[in-house]
T-cell receptor, first 110, second 111 residues
Framework: GNSVTQMEGPVTLSEEAFLTINCTYT??????LFWYVQYPGEGLQLLLK?????DKGSNKGFEATYRKETTSFHLEKGSVQVSDSAVYFC?????????FGQGTRLTINP | DTEVTQTPKHLVMGMTNKKSLKCEQH?????MYWYKQKAKKPPELMFV???????INESVPSRFSPECPNSSLLNLHLHALQPEDSALYLC??????????FGQGTRLTVV
């Protein structure tokens, strides 16, 4: 079946620290991969996406590379800000469905 | 305009009430979705409409009734809900694969 496994949270970092949130997937075929961010009390915002192997998605300083050989799509940012505090969801697209990981709550302290 | 608009933002309803959630998008997307999100969990798919026709129903109880009046609008009619149905209800839209855009959600409380 199709599934997404995300790094257990919560994650707490200091401002300007390096961020990695791990995401691995199991899928039949070649899904598209996504990172979504959810700020408190809000809906989900598409942060970045990659549609095929070796694609790198990037947005707002965040990056993730579609690694077929390790079935991974890890999220990285070189220097986090307090405003990056949110819940991050890794997801894959299969037919018309999005399959989400469990989410990782990120807190950035000043 | 990459916006999906949901109304109302908050809704409190009794178990005998009938209410509706509304969703609108003007991106020309032909697929629209309802998701349910419980606290500290990822969203769970409920329904998918493709070209205004229901294409996926994830075995959702009949007290939830979706409707797609046209390609820009999606409704979710609620009747005889239970307290455990309290959640954030998210509408989303997409044009084929792969990107899906979400609304801000309706936070529903059933009392």
């Amino acid at each position: 079946g199709n599934s997404v496994t995300q790094m257990e949270g919560p994650v707490t970092l200091s401002e300007e620290a390096f961020l990695t949130i791990n995401c691995t997937y199991t899928a039949t075929g070649y899904p598209s991969l996504f990172w979504y961010v959810q700020y408190p009390g809000e809906g989900l915002q598409l942060l970045l996406k990659a549609t095929k192997a070796d694609d790198k998605g990037s947005n707002k300083g965040f990056e993730a590379t579609y690694r077929k050989e390790t079935t991974s799509f890890h999220l990285e940012k070189g220097s986090v800000q307090v405003s990056d505090s949110a819940v991050y969801f890794c997801a894959l697209s299969f037919l018309q469905k999005l399959v989400f990981g469990q989410g990782t709550r990120l807190t950035i302290n000043p | 305009d990459t916006e999906v608009t949901q109304t109302p933002k908050h809704l409190v309803m009794g178990m005998t009430n009938k209410k509706s959630l509304k969703c609108e998008q003007h991106m020309g997307h032909r697929a629209m979705y309802w998701y349910k999100q419980k606290a500290k969990k990822p969203p769970e798919l409920m329904f998918v409409y493709s070209y205004e026709k229901l294409s996926i129903n994830e075995s959702v109880p009949s007290r939830f009734s979706p409707e797609c009046p046209n390609s820009s609008l999606l409704n979710l009619h609620l009747h005889a809900l239970q307290p455990e149905d309290s959640a954030l209800y998210l509408c989303a839209s997409s044009q084929g694969a792969p990107a899906t855009f979400f609304g801000q959600g309706t936070r529903l409380t059933v009392v």
